[in-house]
């Protein structure tokens, strides 16, 4: 079992829009986090699917990732809705975690692609491999906020 910790929250309000960081988002089974381009239905790479609802990332791999390739990288660069603290992201595919008083549901891992690597930076898809996050599904409808913590069931 671990106990982490929501560093940063981060959404954008279309494709390809800079993501911008807040506080708290309200998570909504079926739809995603309010204000994000997936909850209007716009993101790049919008289905229908609920593992569009919500993605995560673990600080340690981005801090590891510039530690690796010497570059700034911001933790929003991923384009990952929520940065934890201390939560073993991998491990969680197929496993229900609570976010605060959010029940989720980790579906996949949220590897890098091309379009992430042409958004941001040329060493993201090496760099990023297997540790760049974790799609997850929202199973209740509640507030996610910074300093929140993330647990297993």
Same mark, same amino acid.
């Given at each position: 079992?671990?106990?982490?910790?929501? @560093?940063? *929250?981060?959404?954008?309000?279309?494709?390809?829009?800079? $993501?911008?960081?807040?506080?708290?988002?309200?998570? %909504?089974?079926? #739809?995603?986090?309010?204000?994000?381009?997936?909850?209007?239905? #716009?993101?790049?790479?919008?289905? +229908?699917?609920?593992?569009? =609802? /919500?993605?995560? !990332? =673990?600080?340690?791999? @981005? =801090?590891?990732?510039?530690?690796?390739?010497? %570059?700034?990288?911001?933790?929003?660069?991923?384009?990952?809705?929520?940065?934890?603290?201390?939560?073993?992201?991998?491990?969680? !595919?197929?496993?229900?975690?609570?976010?605060?008083? !959010?029940?989720?549901?980790?579906?996949?891992?949220?590897?890098?692609?091309?379009?992430?690597?042409?958004?941001?930076? +040329?060493?993201?898809? +090496?760099?990023?491999?297997?540790?760049?996050?974790?799609?997850? #599904? *929202? /199973?209740?409808?509640? $507030? %996610?906020?910074?300093?929140?913590? *993330?647990?297993? *069931?």
């Amino acid at each position: 079992m671990f106990e982490g910790t929501v @560093i940063s *929250i981060n959404v954008a309000r279309s494709a390809e829009a800079p $993501m911008e960081s807040v506080e708290e988002v309200r998570a %909504i089974p079926g #739809q995603g986090l309010e204000g994000d381009r997936y909850f209007f239905k #716009q993101g790049t790479f919008y289905k +229908p699917q609920p593992d569009r =609802e /919500l993605t995560l !990332v =673990e600080a340690e791999a @981005i =801090e590891a990732f510039r530690d690796d390739f010497k %570059i700034d990288f911001d933790l929003s660069a991923t384009r990952r809705n929520v940065v934890t603290r201390g939560v073993p992201l991998n491990h969680l !595919v197929g496993k229900e975690f609570w976010i605060g008083d !959010v029940k989720a549901r980790g579906l996949r891992l949220c590897e890098p692609c091309s379009h992430l690597q042409k958004l941001t930076h +040329p060493k993201v898809l +090496p760099g990023l491999v297997h540790r760049g996050g974790l799609r997850a #599904q *929202i /199973l209740s409808e509640g $507030m %996610i906020r910074v300093g929140e913590t *993330i647990r297993e *069931i």
